[in-house]
């Protein structure tokens, strides 16, 4: 136990002498309570204490991020279908380093961690070879006369890249979230879940370290002779010392507390019982899932499981939070990369490699083959081809 968290001792040679004259029977040692402390919002903060320290977190984005990165794009030119363009085998391979797969997840880890995305494309020979990602928190957006973004700087290490907001070709490419306050930047999802995610992160501290504490609550030492008096600055340091050493410490959990001269120990605190930790943890759990668009009962969450079953909420999960991105991302990369490969240059995703969503594209091929009043090429048609 930190005898420190509830007893005001420090080190004996900046500790002022204890008075000599009687000032009270006795004397009461306790903790105040602290301030609030809330994470920042910025790209670090978010990734640090969200997505590397909180599993739930973690487990939100990697999930939105894997099963949106899974799957495959279509490339059309018009109405036809290009399986060999060059666009085509860009997506796939977007540079040496990277694979689509990992290349879209980190791209959509950047939009759920920062709300920003940053796409840089490499030209050999007027030809677009390669595209390559940039981490949002080195990008700072720079304001023309206008108001207008007019480039964004790029700062890693001692070097800065200048691009330019707008090109002939295709230049540097910034996707976002809806921000309502912000002209030039996205909102991160997890920002609005930083009470829960601070929640969630405190909770599972307080837990350790009660662990750490011989699992016990915090309490005050209460010395009261029959005299009265205070302890003298050699029984404070001893006493001091004997908490420390004597009942610090997983390893001494349950130790009995040995009290002499008018020392008598008063708990203090709740239980985790009272404070109810556990229900705390799955409700902060549960905002967590709900910015992310994640269903609890995919998380294993207890409580608000409001789909039938597990393969009702994994389609949702896909309909109301992966295919809206997957939307928005198809059409910003369609437009940005009209301007090097004509403007007939479309993307979109391949929903029937989507096995999250194969029961309603059934659904979907069921009926339009049944529709008797449609061609074969209107059917085609209809469901994508």
Known sequence: MNIRS???????????????????????????????SWTGRSYAALSREGFMKNPVAHRCVRLVAEAAACVPWLVYEGDRERAEHPAAGLIRQPNGRMSGPDFFET??????????????????GGALRELHLLRPDRISVIEGPDGWPEAYEYRAGGSVRRFAAETDGPGLLHLKLFHPLD????????????????????AATWNKALLDNSARPSGALVYQPKEGGNLSPDQYERLRQEL????????RAGRPLLLEGGLDWKAMGLSPKDMDFVEARNGAARDIALAFGVPPMLLGIPGDNTYANYQEANRAFYRLTVLPML???????????????????????????????????????????????????????????
């Open 107 to 124: 791209l959509y880890g950047h939009l759920l961690l920062s709300g920003n995305a940053y796409i840089e494309p490499l030209a050999v």
């Open 183 to 202: 002209d030039h930047l996205g909102f991160p999802p997890l920002a609005a879940a930083q009470v829960a995610l601070d929640l969630s992160n405190a």
């Open 244 to 251: 420390d050493q004597g009942y610090s410490g997983p390893m």
């Open 327 to 385: 939307t928005r991302t198809a059409a910003s990369l369609s437009a940005w990369l009209a301007s090097a490969y004509g403007d007939a240059l479309r993307l979109e995703p391949d929903l029937d490699k989507v096995a999250g969503l194969s029961a309603e594209r059934g659904e979907l091929w069921a009926r339009v083959g049944s529709a008797s009043f449609l061609t074969d090429e209107e059917k085609r048609e209809a469901v994508g081809y």
């Open 6 to 36: 509830f007893l005001p001792w420090g080190s004996a040679a900046g500790r002022k002498p204890l008075p000599e004259k009687k000032a009270a029977s006795g004397f009461l040692s306790l903790a105040a309570q602290g301030q609030a």
